[in-house]
């Protein structure tokens, strides 16, 4: 599975601790962040994580085009409570993409843990179905 990690400012310490005490979970998966909160949870943890843009620079926007292409099975997007205009268009283009494209996504660390129990025990397996990129997916092709 494919899931993208962002992580705001103030939320960024919790996400690497969600990161660490799931890293044998998340260790099974493809992962990609924003460009800081990817380099906190590397230093922190050793997953291997394909670092965008930092957030403010673009890397919402790349994970929101990933999303748009069904190339994200799983955001966990950890958002700040800070009332910035701009912050909360980025945040609703995002979640709206969710919406369009069936993507789960956690916005705190309660549903971060539901998600991620979820998809240990395969209860999310369906998004190989939709992503193009997933090995179940990949592997059709090859028969084709």
């Known amino acids: 599975m494919e899931i993208a990690i962002i992580a705001d400012d103030t939320k960024k310490e919790l996400m690497t601790q969600f990161c660490i005490a799931y890293c044998g979970i998340l260790s099974k998966h493809n992962l990609c962040a924003t460009g800081i909160t990817g380099k906190y949870i590397v230093e922190a943890t050793g997953l291997k994580i394909d670092c965008l843009l930092s ?22 997007f950890f958002r700040g409570t ?27 660390i309660a549903t971060a843990e539901v998600l991620v129990c979820a ?26």
């Open 55 to 76: 957030g403010d620079h673009g890397g919402e926007q790349q994970i929101a085009s990933r999303i748009a292409y069904d190339e994200i099975d799983v955001l966990l």
């Open 82 to 108: 800070s009332d910035d205009q701009l912050n909360r268009e980025r945040e609703s283009n995002l979640l709206r993409m969710c919406d369009v494209h069936n993507v789960p996504v956690a916005t705190n």
């Open 119 to 144: 998809l240990d025990r395969g209860d999310l397996d369906w998004r190989e179905i939709v992503n193009p990129r997933s090995g179940y997916n990949l592997r059709r092709q090859k028969k084709i």
